[in-house]
């Protein structure tokens, strides 16, 4: 447990002269599992990538500081280099070949062939293949782990916890394999085979493997890990040895406060009694972002926060509720159901939506500016037609006039309304997104991811405009972001969504650890498992 | 565990995802309860005379399918090289065995070359390779006919009497005689090395298989593969065999119709038996692993450092030469070399079979393509049987088939498309 078998020695990063991460000292030891966590874009994956020599580094212009393995300088140009160094990564989404047995997935790239007559004329590569000496290694592989099931049965059909095991048999049946990195390996797992794999990744450093060990959920950390150490904004927060420690005081350091958050409201504003909307048991199937189950109530006139970590199906709930996603509940506006499978009649009914993906969804960036603003409204609100006999044609005039206002109101730096969408930097554009949703007079606004890719001035110029919009016009806003400290800037309550359900509602003045152990989902251990959601397979 | 092992289908998912080719055997056994003009003996001869023909065309197939190339219309280069090598051939007056020998030397050159463009594009057609297959062909089909039409006669010089080439001494004839194997020439060079009576060959294949059956399953056994045995697929397969041994032995005693067929040529089944073999074999390799890999997944197969591109090019370009091999022994069957025709329907009707076999554009056997070439070139026989006995005119039935072979492939696509979007499908929970 004394040797260092990893270690980062003031290592920084930057894209393009954006800082992303600033003199980490990291280190790793023989049979240590080291957990690693931060909030979304604290720098994991890029501390990760920079020892995987990951070609997104190699290609930005390499990194400052030193990795070193065992004492001596490495730096990997390639993912290969790092794997025959003796380095492996679990992947969180399987790199498995479903219709491939497991011995087949264990030894991919890496089988066992032996020579033939052909092959010693035209090369390695046409010898026959040793399923039997494979199979055996895939045995002793799975063994290790305590694995019962037959190497030579396909992998489309198990559950997810044993394709788990899979990838962790195939990093280990590599030969002089040092150090072992888990992404995130509990998230699909289930409560059980948590459990199992817990065990394992303990049995593993118990050989004598290094393990960093990449995870949110605090409470697992505690329980596995031998020392954690936090990252913040591409900094390194803390490293701590777990038995000095807590998950509250992980939890602390993980969310800490970035920025001073300055709440300004004008008294006038009042928030009703009244419920505008409310969701019951609203599941949405949104890849990556899956909800499964959210039970919510927002009253008229407030801003509620939504927040969470990436993947915890935080941007789910407004997708759900516009239907762009697949999804199956009761959603009740001003006390009428809404039908979620068809968007024209939730806007329709008064809803605007700022979609999270401003170019995909959001925007039609090869579209002037103006058709931009108008396009909605014209579709679902038959605003700016001109009727003649059986055609409508779109009214020019009105657009401009409708355009040039709002540029003007929402401040949006452009050329003139015929520029293109595209052109635009990204604060203008999700201005240009925002005065579309206005167009369609919406009494109820979801925002999700407002401030993504934008510049610090932007960010603060699109929050107080949505502040605006909530005083002045009295529209009720639901604001779904990553960044909890702009949650917290304007929100009257952040709720906060993990593993697709809401795990609680807190005000925007809570301290740091509660945010860090909600978002985290390792508050009080409360009906954890619902049995009729997991379904067990071990 | 044990369900793991085998996940049963529903009965319609099974009739779905065979349903190509239950319509082929619906077909051809309609076929013979409406026609009675056929006999037996004439369809097994002409049967068994196609299947010879064509078997080596659909098994080129399998390779690019395991390698998730799909389709590879593209083998159409591969006849155009088959063609070009019998050119030569013919045009130097080269015949029998060594002339046979030099075309499919010649070929496989040509062919090699050939397919590494196409496998090129093919990698930079990603995702579209089976459109890209198909139009490269007819691409292809147009330097051919530059070349055939144009550059043998004004760029190469060509003496006009020669029986080859068009009387005015520009390109090559729209037909040409390769002239019978006695006299010198390719007809039949593979054909007349050595024949036997079809029933001995059924008799012979059945009992081979038999043996195959058995010897694999002890090998397995004994090697420590005892998993990938089940008695009940042995028990089936034996007795098939055991009842087609039956049926040979059975005209041999009582001299029935099957004795009419016409006889069979060893060495192009002997030639056909060693693709089946080599595809079986290539596919236990590291190279055929590679390809499976590739097949199945190319991300995860790029992360676990196998060298993608450079596969599916070794992929294209064994299909492409094997396409050549085969174009060759169609063309010393048929006896004529049909210059600018012979070649542009072998895509479509390749694939036509493989696909009536059983197979799909993800997944490829050699049992596929040898029983889609046998129920796809029985359908091609009843066909204008039909169309005289239901409507008194056999054209009908040749345009049906028509209809059936662009049927097939349309049905096969759709389907494909069809279960992909159905992976794919987002839903809650």
Redesign the interface.
């Given at each position: 447990m004394s040797e260092s078998l990893l270690q980062f020695k003031n290592v920084s990063k930057n894209y393009y002269g954006n800082s992303v991460l600033t003199g980490i000292n990291f280190d790793v030891k023989e049979g240590e599992i080291h957990a690693l966590i931060g909030e979304n874009g604290a720098g994991k994956s890029t501390l990760m990538n920079i020892l995987f020599g990951m070609p997104v580094i190699t290609s930005t212009g390499g990194y400052e500081g030193d990795v070193l393995i065992d004492g001596k300088k490495i730096s990997f140009k390639s993912p290969h280099e790092a794997m025959y160094a003796g380095i492996g990564m679990v992947h969180q989404e399987f790199m498995l070949i479903p219709g491939f047995s497991i011995t087949e997935n264990i030894k991919i790239n890496r089988e066992i062939t032996t020579p033939n007559v052909v092959s010693r004329v035209l090369g390695k590569r046409l010898e026959t293949l040793d399923m039997v000496t494979m199979n055996a290694d895939a045995r002793k592989a799975l063994d290790k782990l305590d694995m019962g099931v037959d190497e030579f049965i396909m992998v489309a059909g198990l559950p997810v916890g044993h394709m788990q095991f899979v990838e962790i048999a195939r990093e280990i049946d590599k030969t002089g394999i040092k150090i072992l990195v888990f992404d995130e390996p509990t998230a699909v797992l289930t409560e059980s085979e948590a459990q199992n794999l817990l065990a394992a990744v303990k049995r593993l450093a118990a050989k004598g493997i290094g393990i960093i060990f990449i995870s949110h959920r605090l409470d697992e950390i505690v329980t596995v890990a031998d020392r954690v150490t936090v990252l913040r904004d591409g900094e390194l927060v803390a490293t701590k040895e777990i038995k000095d420690t807590n998950a509250v005081e992980i939890a602390a350091l993980m969310i800490g406060r970035k920025v001073a958050i300055s709440r300004v409201q004008s008294e006038t504003r009042k928030v009703s009694d009244e419920i505008m909307m409310s969701i019951r048991d609203l599941h949405v199937g949104m890849p990556g972002e899956m909800v499964k189950g959210i039970d919510l109530e927002i009253k008229k006139g407030e801003i509620v926060g939504i927040g969470g970590l990436a993947g915890q199906g935080k941007l789910g709930i407004a997708n759900g509720v516009m239907g762009t996603y697949p999804s199956r509940g009761e959603v009740l506006f001003n006390g009428k159901r809404l039908n979620l499978d068809d968007p024209h009649a939730t806007i329709a009914s008064g809803i605007g939506f700022v979609s999270e993906d401003r170019k995909g969804v959001g925007l039609l960036l090869n579209e002037s500016i103006e058709l931009n603003i108008a396009f909605t409204a014209m579709q679902v609100g038959n605003k700016f037609l001109k009727k003649s006999g059986p055609f409508r044609f779109q009214d020019d005039a009105a657009i401009r006039r409708h355009a040039l206002k709002m540029i003007k109101d929402l401040d949006i730096r452009c050329e003139s309304p015929l520029q293109h969408a595209g052109a635009l930097s990204g604060g203008n554009q999700q201005k240009v997104c925002v005065a579309r949703a206005l167009t369609q007079d919406p009494i109820f606004l979801f925002v999700s991811e407002p401030t993504r890719g934008i510049d610090i001035g932007a960010k603060k110029l699109i929050l107080d405009l949505l502040l605006k919009l909530n005083e002045e016009f009295g529209m009720t806003i639901v604001m779904t972001s990553s960044e909890l400290a702009e949650l917290r800037s304007i929100c009257d309550r952040i709720v906060i969504v993990c593993e697709g359900k809401v795990e609680g509602v807190l005000s925007p003045d809570a301290s740091d650890a509660d945010f860090g152990l909600m978002m985290s989902g390792s508050r009080v251990k409360k009906a954890e498992d619902s049995p009729k959601e997991r379904v067990s397979h071990v | 565990?044990e369900s793991?092992?085998n996940?049963s289908k529903g009965a319609g998912e099974w009739i779905l995802e065979n349903i190509v080719t239950l319509i082929f055997i619906a077909f051809t056994l309609f076929g013979f309860m409406v026609s009675s003009g056929v006999s037996v003996g004439y369809f097994f001869s002409e049967l068994s005379s196609r299947i010879f023909r064509n078997s080596f065309l659909v098994l080129s197939l399998i390779i690019p399918v395991l390698a998730g190339l799909g389709l590879n219309f593209g083998i159409v280069i591969g006849a155009m090289s088959g063609q070009v090598a019998i050119s030569i051939a013919r045009y130097f007056e080269m015949g029998g065995i060594s002339g046979l020998l030099f075309c499919f030397l010649v070929a496989a050159l040509v062919a090699a070359l050939c397919g590494y463009f196409t496998g090129k594009l093919y990698n930079k057609t990603r995702g579209q390779e089976m459109i890209a297959s198909l139009i490269v062909g007819f691409f292809a089909n147009g330097i051919y006919q530059f070349l055939f039409l144009f550059v043998v006669g004004v760029v190469i010089a060509v003496p006009a009497t020669h029986p080859m080439i068009k009387p005015d001494g520009i390109g090559i004839r729209m037909t040409v005689d390769l002239v019978p194997v006695k006299q010198g020439g390719l007809k039949y060079a593979l054909e007349n090395i050595y024949q036997i009576p079809f029933v001995h060959a059924l008799l012979i294949i059945a009992l081979g298989l038999l043996a195959l059956l058995l010897i694999r399953y002890y090998w397995n056994k004994r090697?420590?593969?005892g998993?990938r045995n089940r008695m009940s697929s042995l028990i089936v397969n034996g007795t098939l065999c055991l009842a087609l041994a039956g049926v040979a032995v059975h005209a041999m005693v009582t001299k029935s119709q099957l004795m009419m067929v016409r006889k069979v040529p060893v060495v192009t089944g002997l030639l056909i038996i060693g693709l089946c073999v080599f595809t079986v074999?290539?596919m236990?390799?590291?190279?055929?692993?590679?390809f499976?890999?590739v097949g199945?997944?190319q991300?995860?197969?790029e992360?676990?450092?196998?060298n993608v591109d450079r596969t599916r090019i070794i992929a294209t370009m064994i299909s492409t030469v094997l396409a050549a091999w085969g174009q060759i022994i169609y063309l010393q069957n048929m006896g004529t070399l049909n210059t600018y025709n012979a070649h542009t329907q072998i895509g479509m009707f390749s694939v036509a079979a493989l696909l009536v076999g059983g197979a799909s554009t993800s997944k490829a056997s050699i049992t596929h393509a040898i029983f889609g070439t046998i129920l796809f070139n029985a359908m091609f026989i009843m066909s204008p049987e039909i169309g005289q006995s239901l409507f008194g005119q056999a054209i009908l039935g040749e345009y049906f088939r028509t209809f059936m072979v662009y049927g097939v492939i349309g049905v096969a696509l759709g389907l494909h498309v069809w279960n992909t979007n159905k992976k794919s499908r987002?839903?809650?929970?």
């Open positions: - | 565990m793991l092992h996940r090697k420590g593969y998993y074999l290539i236990k390799t590291k190279l055929g692993q590679d499976r890999s199945q997944s991300h995860t197969a992360v676990s450092g196998i987002i839903t809650v929970e």
